[in-house]
């Protein structure tokens, strides 16, 4: 096969070294910059700062160097918390530090807007850039304080740069090729897969020119240099243990990866709504392949698609998985390239318009949906399905719930975080996180807090293994929950019953008992939203002076945002 590098013409797209139309490509990288930001400001501020954010905001706190060492501890390289480390020299407000991701999100639909415009035409570009824009998985990670959009953007320019550089072999695009991968390697590891397939790519190019290496060479050397300061890590480091990911992976994984990249939302898993709005994309994405193998931009980036995911498969299927969607987000701008490209390509022109419509219905439609559901749908994203039911109302149960917490406090009182597994981890971390650490706060954990939920985060004291490890006991504290009030409830008949078959996990991590056996009872319990507070206070049984108050945490209901009442 015969791959042709130079710029494929055609009458209506501009394949020159001089673009006579600078004017108007900067308007149209202005416009979409502008339109993502439009998509992502309103909504920016509608959720409180959880457990993920925190867990990069809490770095802030760190040097530089700290800051390099503590993320060797952490699923993702130091860039993206070192950008964000310089962007609070300004403010450490959740919402200005939000801002930060929602600028790299916004400027990821101009970059692909310049990927389409290089390797095919304007009107490519100009879909692309769009349809980034309008691309849920963007919408979202720029609204949060993770290194998701700097992962994206880094790679988009990768891509970018490498198609410009096969084309041209100019020292720039090759030191753009450089700096886009070595950012993209210190904001997440799975760009990995880009810089590999890219030097596939490169060595079957440039297969009979070999004095065209030189370019590559020089320029790509000092980059594997700075990458392997954190080779150790990652041969040491980066593993699926202890992780909440599949250990396996299967056909369904497959697809929920591809949906993901489309239109980003699972609709609460509705098949049927995942296939008729992911059809066009799926459809589009076969055409361009089938359309583009022969031309050599397209050749290279659907290259990179199937080098990158033939790796993740393979390792997947014979260890565990890779198959999670938001790592995948690197090939998110090659999967609408590629759809896009197919569409264009198809000879008949109703064929070809129905195509592009149908792809940008999905991702208005999905855009809507987001709006108008959006707790459920950022449930979604942040794979917690009962995380709707408690930060439902206006979103902000967990710094409302600190509020009331810093209020009622008093000295001499500690406050114990307590559900199961990683819930306890949403509880306890927004928790320290709105109260600045002031208060005296332990997360319950009867076994080490596994990394993914925190435990690098955690303070030596800050971990409650057991009442015991309480030196003297207080005479009254604080239990919040995630949950209804009667998991906190024991010796009653409904205690049991959510003991043995509703919430087994109870009987090993057994607070419940441990207050009851100390003689702590609740005497008071406030709720806001799904988060429960009950105060306990040690009494003696015996004493009828002292049991007046107790409440009955089995025959409590919720009344939000005020104090819990008992039917």
């Known amino acids: 096969m015969s791959l042709n590098l130079h710029k494929h013409r055609t009458n209506s797209d501009p394949y020159r070294t001089q673009d006579r139309n600078a004017v108007k490509d900067v308007v149209i990288l202005l416009g979409l910059f502008l339109f993502s930001l439009v998509i992502t400001l309103p909504t920016i501020r509608r959720l409180d700062v ?34 964000l480390k310089i962007w609070s020299l300004i403010s450490n407000d959740p919402n200005w530090l939000r801002l930060l991701s929602a600028l790299l999100g916004a400027a990821i639909a101009p970059m692909a807007y310049l990927l389409g415009k290089e390797s095919h035409s304007r009107k490519l570009g100009l879909l692309l850039g769009l349809a980034i824009a309008l691309s849920l998985p963007v919408t979202y990670f720029s609204q949060v304080v993770r290194m998701y959009t700097l992962y994206i953007l880094a790679v988009t320019v990768s891509y970018y740069a490498f198609l410009r550089a096969l084309r041209t072999n100019e020292w720039k695009a090759w030191i753009l090729v450089a700096v886009a991968n070595t950012a993209g390697f210190y904001s997440f590891l799975f760009s990995l897969f880009v810089i590999f397939s890219e030097f596939l790519i490169l060595v079957w190019f440039y297969r009979r020119g070999w004095r065209k290496y030189l370019r590559p060479l020089v320029t790509q050397s000092p980059a594997v240099m700075l990458m392997l300061f954190w080779v150790g890590t990652l041969l040491t480091r980066y593993s699926v243990h202890q992780s909440y990911i599949s250990e396996k992976a299967d056909l369904r994984s497959i697809f929920n990866a591809i949906t993901y990249l489309g239109t980003g939302d699972s609709f609460r898993l509705e098949q049927l709504w995942l296939v008729i709005l992911n059809f066009p994309l799926m459809v589009g994405f076969v055409l361009g392949v089938k359309s583009g193998y022969k031309k050599a931009p397209q050749f290279a980036l659907a290259a990179i698609v199937f080098i990158s995911l033939g790796i993740i498969i393979v390792k997947s299927f014979t260890g565990s998985t890779l198959i999670f969607d938001r790592y995948l987000l690197f090939l998110l701008p090659l999967y609408f390239y590629l759809a896009f490209y197919g569409w264009l390509e198809t000879v008949r022109p109703l064929w070809r318009r129905l195509g592009i419509l149908w792809i940008f219905l999905s991702l208005v439609w999905t855009q809507i949906h987001y709006h108008t559901h959006f707790i459920g749908v950022n449930d979604e994203f942040r794979y917690h399905v009962f995380y709707r039911s408690h930060v439902q109302e206006d979103g902000h149960s967990s710094s409302r719930m600190a ?16 559900s199961r597994d990683v819930i306890r981890s949403l509880s306890f971390f927004p928790s320290i996180y709105y109260n600045e650490r002031a208060l005296p706060e332990y997360i319950y954990s009867v076994e080490e807090v596994p990394i993914f939920c925190g435990q690098q985060y955690l303070k030596p004291h800050e971990r409650l293994a057991s009442l015991k490890d309480l030196d003297p006991l207080p005479e009254s504290l604080w239990v919040i929950t995630w949950g209804p009030p009667d998991h906190l409830a024991y010796n009653t008949p409904v205690a049991e019953f959510i003991r043995n078959q509703a919430q087994p996990w109870i009987k ?10 100390t003689g702590y009872r609740p005497d008071d319990a406030i709720g806001i939203a799904g988060i429960t507070a009950v105060h306990f206070r040690r009494i003696n049984p015996s004493d009828s002076v002292q049991t007046a108050g107790v409440i009955d945490l089995s025959n409590l209901s919720f009344s939000i945002g005020h104090k819990l009442r008992q039917r």
Do not use: C, T
């Open 50 to 83: 959880w457990f993920d954010e925190i867990a990069i905001i809490l770095q802030l706190n760190l040097s530089f160097a700290g800051i390099w060492e503590f993320n060797k501890l952490e699923n993702f390289p130091p860039l993206y918390s070192w950008l």
């Open 403 to 418: 509020a009331a917490m810093k209020e009622r406090w008093k000295p001499g009182e500690i406050i114990i975080h307590y």
């Open 508 to 517: 090993k991590e057994d607070l419940p008992r441990e207050l009851y056996d």
